[in-house]
């Protein structure tokens, strides 16, 4: 399975939508990763008020109302956002992918149970959970943001993993793996799991774009990342009394948003359309 | 009938479920949604053990619950703490009409003009126009709405002056004015939000109906329509189209959370006297019965929207009907 994994992965990266989608994350994470280096700290703010400045040589994206420079906060922001995307969505997945396996193995009442919940909590919008949950922190830190996002965001995977399971248990193999004796671990772990691989990973990758819009409106709303820390949304929050006059503050944090989730998206339905060439 | 009252227990059910969610959730605060002004210096000791008394904060958590399920039984959402002492219920109400107003118009350009570009890129499948449909459609999606919202402000309404950038109503304008004048204001303030909504999630529909267009173009009869010399606007809009509206159905239940979650940004964004900005106005004063008050409104919509979906697809497709 791993194998075909592999090949999906090199068939979405042929395409050119995956090509570009990838190639852009790869850039961003670079940039998020070195760029500190060679940027002014995001945070500083110098001495003589300098304003929101327009772009110039010194500041490419120009500077906000506190004379912060704009370039190396969203690239900052790519740092806080890609961190909050990537962990929130590996607590999504493994909740997700858990809990789908146990169900869909399971069946009878447990199954029943689980799937009733994820139904009703499917019903309610992730957005209005997740503003319920954040309310609690005053400040909320890091980790904790990044917990909360993922544990909304696993509902919809739990479906998805229970489906093929519920599809992989009449399989020979399984069969053939029960008559030898082996655990109901055994069978999860080394059965199931690696067949379940392949959707969970598209749904990763398009969830993370959905992530990172999530944790860009909760920073918006003062809710998400705080400050200091520069967050796309947080940018996009502080200049929003500034918008006429110095649109760049507002401009730029927010393509970064639709590039990065535009480039996740990309990817995710290459690898999609790879695994499965009905959608296409 | 049988199917449709088991379906339509099976949607209360989940309402209660979720219901029963939503207050675990908003009691998982540490203490109580009046904690915090346990730090409030203008308030003592007694006088906050007196609100949570009036608040019933007091009780037991399942006592708690049964009160509030008896309360919203009777259309009782308890009272508004930011709007004190308005009922959760009638803020609600008052609200509702503007959310419904953006909300449909978004959900008519979607399903006209989504429609229509979804139908035109599975007639052109492969070609320049398709793919750069898709990644048009696909961007307006990465967009956030709330800063897309801005952008619109800053261009069409700071830089061009040509429609107003916030509220629904323009103040100026009397209530008592003719009702083309009245309509005329309210629909230019509707054009930024709804725009900025439908940009934002126009790729979906578009998305959903290509699928179904392509689906339909391989079918038998629209080759027996092509075959018996119909023109290729009939065989289009007459044949494979009408075949390729049933899956938009499931479409119009998928949208209902996703407008709604939408309109929390674009409303406060514009000023929209909506849900959303309520919404957000509940979110920052920590307005715990009105959050809950939406939330619930939301999660019922959705339940029913689902619920309207498989009814329909019930009613007017008979092969979902056979065993």
Known sequence: MTGSLARALRVALRSQGGRTGAALLALLALAAVIGPWFLPDPSSIPETLAGPLGPVAAHPFGTDQLGRDVLSRTVSGARISLTVGVFAVAVAMTLGTLVGLVAGYAGGLLDAVLMRLVDAALAIPRLFILLLLVLVWDRIPLPVLILVIGATGWFSTSRLVRGEVLRLRGEPFILAAEALGASPMRIIGHHLLPNVAGPVIVAATLGLGDVILLEAGLSFLGLGVQPPTASWGGMILDARPIVATAPWAALFPGLAIMVTVLAANLVGEALQSALDPRTA | ?323
Do not use: C, K
């Open chain 2, 1 to 323: 009938m049988r199917w449709l009252a088991g379906r339509t227990l099976q949607a209360l059910l989940t309402f209660l479920v979720s219901v029963l969610l939503l207050f675990v959730l908003m009691r998982l605060t540490p203490g109580d949604p009046l904690a915090r002004l346990e730090g409030d210096s203008q308030l003592s000791v007694e006088e906050t053990a007196a609100l949570r008394e009036r608040f019933g904060l007091d009780q037991p958590l399942a006592a708690q619950l049964s009160a509030f399920l008896r309360g919203a039984a009777r259309g009782d959402l308890g009272v508004s703490i930011g709007h004190y002492p308005e009922q959760v219920t009638s803020l609600v109400g008052a609200r509702l009409p503007a959310t419904l107003l953006l909300g449909g118009t978004v959900l008519l350009l979607n399903f006209t003009l989504g429609t229509w570009l979804g139908v035109l890129q599975a007639r052109r499948r492969g070609s320049a126009l398709d793919r750069w449909l898709s990644r048009l459609s696909l961007a307006g999606y990465a967009m956030p709405s709330f800063w897309l919202g801005m952008i619109l402000i800053s261009m069409v309404s700071v830089e061009w002056q040509l429609l107003p950038a916030a509220q629904m109503r323009d103040p100026l304008i009397a209530p008592d004015a003719p009702w083309a004048t009245r309509w005329l204001d309210v629909a230019r303030h509707l054009v930024l939000p709804a725009v900025t909504l439908a940009i934002v999630t126009i790729a979906g529909t578009m998305r959903y109906q290509r699928t179904a267009m392509l689906q339909a173009l391989r079918q038998d009869y629209v080759r027996a329509a092509r075959a018996r010399g119909l023109t290729e606007r009939r065989v289009i809009w007459g044949h494979a189209w009408r075949n390729a509206l049933f899956p938009m159905l499931t479409l119009f239940g998928l949208w209902l959370p996703i407008l709604v979650a939408g309109s929390v940004f674009v409303e406060s964004i514009f000023n929209w006297p909506g849900l959303g900005a309520l919404t957000a106005e509940a979110v920052a004063t920590r307005d715990y019965p009105v959050l809950m008050g939406t939330a619930m409104l939301t999660s019922a919509l959705v339940i029913l929207g689902g619920l309207v979906t498989d009814v329909g697809y019930f009613l007017l497709d008979p092969r979902v009907r056979e065993p």
